[in-house]
């Protein structure tokens, strides 16, 4: 698993972004690139804004019950998996601004480094080691990104 808070690690995620084109073709699912650069944005708005409604007690329980061993394990998600309804994006976005977004969010995050992120509490699934904080952010990154054969 590549190191998301590593300058090299994150320059060949970079650099896998960078072949992306407003006219890349997704080889499965039903988003297109420019909405799939939102998706992503999403795991970093939880992180750095105040976006998006964060689930009561019970919700957040069952997420950390059902959802989070998912989120956080080393292997790979599933082709047109299930995701959560924030995550959807249903208008066409901006390739550019999306885009745009993603490289200064994940520049960010490694910027920060991974001592801020141990131990953080994470929107959906209370704290989070480093280690978790990476794998969530890598595995999502790249299941996307393969999504769009880069």
């Given at each position: ?63 950390k ?30 390739f ?27 929107h ?14 890598y ?12």
């Amino acid at each position: 698993m590549k190191n998301v808070f590593d300058r090299n690690d994150v320059n060949e995620i970079l650099d896998r972004i960078n072949l992306l084109t407003p006219e890349t073709q997704p080889q499965w699912g039903k988003m297109s690139v420019s909405q799939m650069l939102a998706h992503c944005n999403v795991t970093y708005e939880m992180v750095y804004e105040d976006k998006h409604p964060k689930p009561n007690f019970l919700k957040k329980f069952l997420l950390k019950l059902f959802v989070k061993g998912v989120v956080v394990n080393d292997k790979p998600y599933k082709q047109n998996g299930q995701t959560a309804p924030q995550f959807y994006i249903k208008d066409e976005r901006n390739f550019k601004v999306e885009k745009g977004r993603l490289v200064e969010y994940i520049n960010k995050t490694q910027g920060h480094g991974e001592a801020f992120f141990d131990n953080k509490e994470s929107h959906s699934f209370g704290p989070l080691s480093k280690k978790e904080w990476n794998t969530m952010f890598y595995k999502h990154l790249d299941h996307h990104l393969r999504q769009f054969g880069v």
